[in-house]
């Protein structure tokens, strides 16, 4: 693999790090309420990381010679203004896990650097981490959604 291509797969941990969901709703502000003061804080904790990888995600871009370039939220992020935080809760998990599936596949693509792998697997697992925090907030009466399940929530808070 090229330093360009390092690079890229760099800037593309970055952008997970900096434009995930969670973080857009740290920006947004989603309405809360009284109940969701454990989800607040856990969603903040998450972003504290997020900011944390993606400064040393842009310190391993520049060691490199590449210019940290993370991209920007996804328009899509938009619709979900003024939603409450439990209600995007679905929301937050199937981008949690599409990020894990991103980061797993650059922790694959770095093998040629060490030095790089060890960082992005650092990511990952911190990534597979916030997954966990996310789903024990799940109501515990209801079994964890499947794939189908959260993309028809997903799919209907997109409609809404």
């Known amino acids: 693999m090229s330093q360009q291509a390092i690079i890229g797969t760099l800037n593309r941990l970055m952008a997970n ?30 972003v504290a990381d997020h900011e944390h990888f993606s400064q040393r995600l842009a310190d391993a871009i520049e060691d490199r010679g590449g210019s940290p370039n993370a991209g920007s939220y996804p328009m899509t ?5 003024d939603l409450a ?27 040629e650097d060490s030095q790089a792998q060890s960082l992005a697997s650092e990511v990952l697992g911190s990534e597979r981490a916030h997954l966990d925090i996310l789903k024990e ?11 189908d399940e959260l993309r028809s929530l997903v799919a209907y808070s997109s409609n809404t």
Request: negative net charge.
């Open 17 to 46: 790090q900096c434009y995930s969901l969670v973080n857009y709703l740290s920006d947004a502000t989603p309405w809360t309420h009284p109940g969701n003061e454990e989800l607040t804080e856990a969603t903040r904790c998450i």
């Open 77 to 81: 992020f938009s619709s979900l203004n």
């Open 85 to 111: 935080l439990d209600y995007l809760l679905a929301k937050l998990i199937q981008n949690q896990q599409h990020a894990i599936e991103t980061n797993e596949r650059c922790v694959a693509d770095l093998e």
């Open 137 to 147: 907030f799940l109501p515990q009466n209801e079994p964890l959604p499947d794939d």
